[in-house]
């Protein structure tokens, strides 16, 4: 799996664009918003790109 659409969870501040990332898929599907939201990329994602 890899690079996935960015989207950001509410009330979160670094946006997730990696299937991988636990901390991305642990936002609750209420929660989820497409797009970056004009914030960071999340640092686990950037991790899993580096592997
Ligand atoms: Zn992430």
Known sequence: MGRVAAYHGK?????HNHSDCWDGNNIEK???????G???Q?????????K
């Open 30 to 36: 209420r929660n989820l918003v497409k797009g970056t």
């Open 11 to 15: 009330n979160r501040d670094v946006y």
């Open 38 to 40: 004009g914030k960071k």
């Open 42 to 50: 999340c640092s686990t994602c950037a991790n899993l790109f580096k």
